[in-house]
């Protein structure tokens, strides 16, 4: 099942809000990812956190991971039309030596009202 | 340009036919992947391949198959007994073990 849990699923926001995107994990994850997909797009990588407590700033995103390695947010201040999409996490769960897979959560989608 | 290719675009098929979607790198990348995407599901992981000549089942790999003869190349075969294969189809590698995924830009498979 699921292991990676994003909330919200939806969120609209007015241009000019800000907007958050939260994602558990049941169990410690080694790393966390996040990507934006475009509509009609593919996603793609913005960021990986690895420690814990570790806060990454690109412009106006501000990316988190916790302290116990097990949550993770993704913050933008003053949204644009720009920013519309589905942010997804990704949390990598085997510690397994030589493997590596990915947990996605079910992403959040974004839309931005001009 | 260095990239993942993914082909075709859009695919449709009849129930009972397998389909094989085409993914290739040039960014000379060791581990391919590939998921599945449906509205409201996120990315579930259906095979992965670290190395060539090797590959992992993934948590959805029943009715799919797959190869990795070379490096450039592993492609996804969508065979019959995959139930409900209408779906987006996105194909990824990646650099190095802690690294991110780079996506091909998919391929959006309808069963009519």
């Known amino acids: 099942g699921q292991q990676v849990m994003q909330i919200p699923q939806y969120q609209h926001v007015q241009e000019g809000e800000d907007f958050t995107t939260y994602c558990n994990s049941s169990t410690t994850l080694s790393n966390i990812q996040w990507y934006k997909q475009r509509p009609g797009g593919h996603p793609v990588f913005l960021i990986q956190?690895?420690?814990?407590?570790e806060v990454k700033k690109q412009k106006r995103l501000t990316f988190q991971f916790g302290e116990a390695k097990k949550n993770s947010s993704l913050h933008i201040t003053a949204t644009q039309t720009t920013d519309v999409g589905t942010y997804f996490c990704?949390?990598?769960?085997?510690?397994?030596?030589?493997?590596?897979?990915?947990?996605f959560g079910k992403g959040t989608k974004l839309s931005v009202i001009p | 340009d260095g990239g993942i290719t993914q082909s075709p675009k859009y695919l449709f098929r009849k129930e009972g036919q397998n389909v094989t979607l085409s993914c290739e790198q040039n960014?000379?990348?060791?581990?391919m992947y590939w998921y599945r995407q449906d509205p409201g599901q996120g990315l579930r992981l259906i095979y992965y391949s670290q190395i060539v000549n090797d590959f992992q089942k993934g948590d959805i790999a029943e009715g799919y198959s797959v190869s990795r003869e070379k490096k450039e190349s592993f492609p996804l075969t969508v065979t019959s007994a995959q139930k409900n294969p209408t779906a987006f189809y996105l194909c990824?590698?990646?650099?190095?073990?802690?690294?991110?995924?780079?996506f091909g830009e998919g391929s959006r498979l309808t069963v009519l």
């Open positions: 990704a949390g990598r769960l085997s510690l397994m030596a030589g493997s590596y897979q990915l947990t």
């Open positions: 956190l690895v420690k814990s407590g």
């Open positions: 990824a590698s990646r650099p190095r073990e802690h690294g991110e995924l780079f």
């Open positions: 960014l000379n990348h060791d581990a």
